[in-house]
C-alpha cells in the first residue's frame, strides 16, 4: 500500500486488529509455549539471522548469475551427514533454519541427532562454518528472559 502510494487506514487498522486477534487467540488456546514465546523478542535471535543473510547475501547472487548464465556444469550437487551432539543450549530448528539459509545449502531431514544436508557444490558446503553457528546459536536468547 505505501509503495502504491495508496493507503488505506480501513486495511491497515483491520489488518493491526486482526493481527492482535489471531495473537490473542493463540495465547488463550496454549499454541505458544510459556517456555519459547519470548525468543523472538530478543534481540539475539534477529541479529545472527540478520548475520547470515548479510554474510550470503552477495553469494546468493553469485550463485543465482551461474545458474543463469553460464552453460557449463559447475554445479555437483552432493549429500553431506552432519553429526549433531546434543549439548547444546538451542532448538535444532534454529540451526536448520541457518544451514536452510546458507547460500547453497538446504537441510533435508534431521534424524536420530543427524542432519542430511544438499549442496549445490563442495565449495558451498567448505563456506559453511558449523561451529560458528552453533556458537552464535548458544546465544541467540541473550536477555535471558527464557
Not at 544451514?99 to 549445490?120: I, Q
Request: aromatic fraction near 18%.
Amino acid at each position: 500500500m505505501f509503495a502504491a502510494n495508496d493507503v488505506s487506514w480501513f486495511y491497515l487498522i483491520f489488518g493491526v486488529f486482526a493481527s492482535g486477534l489471531v495473537s490473542f487467540a493463540s495465547f488463550y488456546l496454549k499454541l505458544i509455549k510459556k517456555d519459547n514465546e519470548l525468543l523472538y523478542l530478543s534481540l539475539g535471535f534477529y541479529r545472527h539471522f540478520y548475520k547470515i543473510f548479510v554474510a550470503n547475501f552477495f553469494s546468493s547472487i553469485k550463485i543465482i548469475i551461474k545458474l543463469a548464465f553460464t552453460n557449463k556444469n559447475w554445479s555437483h550437487p552432493l549429500l553431506y551427514k552432519i553429526q549433531f551432539d546434543e549439548k547444546n543450549k538451542f532448538n535444532v530448528g534454529l540451526l536448520m533454519a541457518s544451514l536452510n539459509m546458507t547460500s547453497g545449502l538446504f537441510c533435508v531431514n534431521f534424524k536420530d541427532n543427524e542432519f542430511l544436508v544438499h549442496a549445490l557444490d563442495e565449495e558451498c558446503f567448505a563456506r559453511f562454518n558449523l561451529q560458528k553457528i552453533c556458537n552464535s546459536l548458544n546465544h541467540v536468547n541473550d536477555d535471558t528472559l527464557v
